[in-house]
């Protein structure tokens, strides 16, 4: 089992910046594939960015590309978003998720594992 803990969210002006963290327990997430995704009231949880177990593959949402950056750090167990340049339509939970696997996921349907989520709400 793999506890994912996300922390890092707030209230930001729209052009700010906020980082992300995701600390998990359990497992050591090395051999494990992670990602970020993003749901807004009433909204699907739609995927925000996702990286391979080592870092060396990532994938964004064409919505955040340029702006967000995911990382990871294995020997703390901690995956990272920094996020700028938010805009007010991105207010929304973010959720990191993690699998099982040396590839890189960008779907809703190949994580196993979630945290609970952070706010993050950007201001016009």
């Known amino acids: 089992q793999v506890q994912l803990v996300e922390s890092g969210g707030g209230l930001v002006q729209a052009g700010g910046s906020l980082r992300l963290s995701c600390a998990a327990s359990g497992r050591q997430i090395s051999t494990y594939a992670m990602g970020w995704f993003r749901q807004a009231p009433g909204k699907a949880r739609d995927f925000v960015a996702g990286i391979s177990w080592s870092g060396a593959m990532v994938d964004y949402s064409p919505s955040v590309k340029g702006r967000f950056t995911i990382s990871r750090n294995n020997t703390e167990n901690t995956m990272y978003l920094q996020m700028n340049d938010l805009k007010s339509e991105e207010t929304a939970v973010y959720y990191c998720?993690?699998?099982?696997?040396?590839?890189?996921?960008?779907?809703?349907?190949?994580?196993?594992?979630w945290g609970q989520g952070t706010q993050v709400t950007v201001s016009s």
């Open positions: 998720a993690a699998t099982y696997g040396y590839n890189l996921y960008t779907t809703v349907s190949h994580f196993e594992y």
